[in-house]
């Protein structure tokens, strides 16, 4: 074997996966995902869950399911949890799921050829479904493009939003890369904002097409509960992206940020709607505003007058379109049907 290849696989024995679970009052739901993951057709090496300081005994109800627990002491959010398991286990890969979402039977025999491979890349992510918790009903599907996250994961993992629910990590690399980001000015986007550490840290990626994961959409949920947060959450993952990134990056970032301009516009978030527009104004002034043609017209110049306005004609002539605002999922989710 070459010595690249020795050099990744130092051990060279038999990868191990570990279910790494950030949990918060989550009694709920949780006793969902674990009874997904024992029914895997391929059992986990190791099953663990931290415990948030929650207030509703998480710990307990963890621990008499089988997995093993981390106690917080004080709530500090999702991605210091993950990152606590990720340090704890022993495992050489690892996969990080949220508590209230669920596995397909099928995730460890999808991984395992992935963790086997003398040439795996440091990431890969799995198609996944998503339903509405409480009813199952289907509200979509998410597929990853392998060939561009081969091509460039820097600017896949800019242009994309990813959820690390689906994704199955190499351990030594993601802590080498500084795991998840916790900053709390990103808490609602960590996902985002983690794989960007990732990707800029220079770990390989890819993508599996089989469906492995059950994402459920709730009310209630972290970005359920805060939309206009979630898109602030963005808005600071992107000036993170847009300081590290090398320029030729610029405008990817600044179509994610009119994105963002234009569903905190949605939320009544003018603060982030204007601070979202003039960053991207800054990082490509010459790229066409994309959005329709108020946008394009007005936006270079105009950025605030052309966001408002656009809202309230949204408002007056397509109200359905503001009635009942519910989370956005993906830019590339299929919806359901």
């Known amino acids: 074997m070459a010595a690249a290849a020795l050099a990744r696989h130092p051990a060279m024995s038999r990868p191990?996966?570990?279910?790494?679970?950030?949990?918060?009052?989550?009694?709920?739901?949780?006793?969902?995902?674990?009874?997904?993951?024992?029914?895997?057709?391929?059992?986990f090496d190791e099953i663990w869950v931290y415990d948030d300081a929650s207030t509703d005994g998480t710990a307990a109800?963890?621990?008499?399911?089988?997995?093993?627990?981390i106690r917080g002491e004080k709530n500090a959010g999702c991605s210091h949890g993950k990152n606590a398991v990720a340090a704890r286990c022993s495992s050489t890969w690892l996969h990080f799921h949220d508590a209230d979402d669920a596995l397909e039977p099928n995730f460890v025999a999808a991984a395992r050829p992935w963790m086997e491979r003398a040439d795996a890349?440091?990431?890969?992510?799995?198609?996944?479904?998503t339903l509405e918790d409480g009813t199952e009903r289907p509200l979509g599907t998410r597929e990853f493009d392998g060939a561009a996250l081969r091509a460039d994961a820097l600017a896949y993992c800019l242009a994309e939003q990813i959820n690390p629910f689906c994704g199955l990590y190499r351990r030594e690399p993601f802590l080498a890369a500084g795991g998840w980001d916790e900053d709390f000015k990103v808490l609602q986007s960590e996902d985002q904002a983690g794989h960007l550490r990732l990707a800029l840290a220079g770990l390989s990626f890819d993508a599996d097409p089989t469906y492995t994961v059950i994402n459920y959409?709730?009310?209630?949920?972290?970005?359920?509960?805060?939309?206009?947060?979630?898109?602030?959450?963005?808005?600071?993952?992107?000036?993170?992206?847009?300081?590290?990134?090398?320029?030729?990056?610029?405008?990817?970032?600044?179509?994610?940020l009119?994105?963002?301009a234009g569903f905190s516009g949605a939320y009544q978030d003018w603060e982030n709607a204007d601070r979202a527009a003039a960053l991207a104004l800054r990082l490509a002034p010459a790229m066409p505003v994309p959005g329709g043609p108020?946008?394009?017209?007005?936006?270079?110049?105009?950025?605030?007058l052309a966001l408002r306005l656009r809202e309230k004609l949204i408002r007056l002539f397509r109200p359905a379109a503001r009635a009942g605002i519910v989370y956005h999922t993906a830019p590339k989710i299929r919806p359901g049907t």
Request: proline share 6%; net charge positive; charged share 15%.
């Open 16 to 43: 191990t996966l570990a279910l790494c679970i950030p949990a918060y009052n989550a009694t709920g739901f949780l006793g969902r995902l674990l009874a997904s993951a024992r029914a895997q057709t391929m059992p």
């Open 217 to 256: 959409i709730r009310a209630g949920s972290m970005t359920t509960g805060n939309l206009a947060g979630a898109q602030r959450s963005t808005y600071h993952v992107l000036a993170k992206g847009a300081a590290a990134a090398p320029p030729r990056y610029h405008e990817i970032i600044a179509r994610r």
């Open 294 to 304: 108020l946008l394009k017209l007005a936006g270079h110049r105009w950025p605030g």
């Open 258 to 260: 009119w994105v963002t």
């Open 121 to 129: 890349p440091d990431v890969v992510f799995f198609n996944y479904r």
């Open 61 to 69: 109800f963890a621990e008499n399911l089988g997995a093993r627990v």
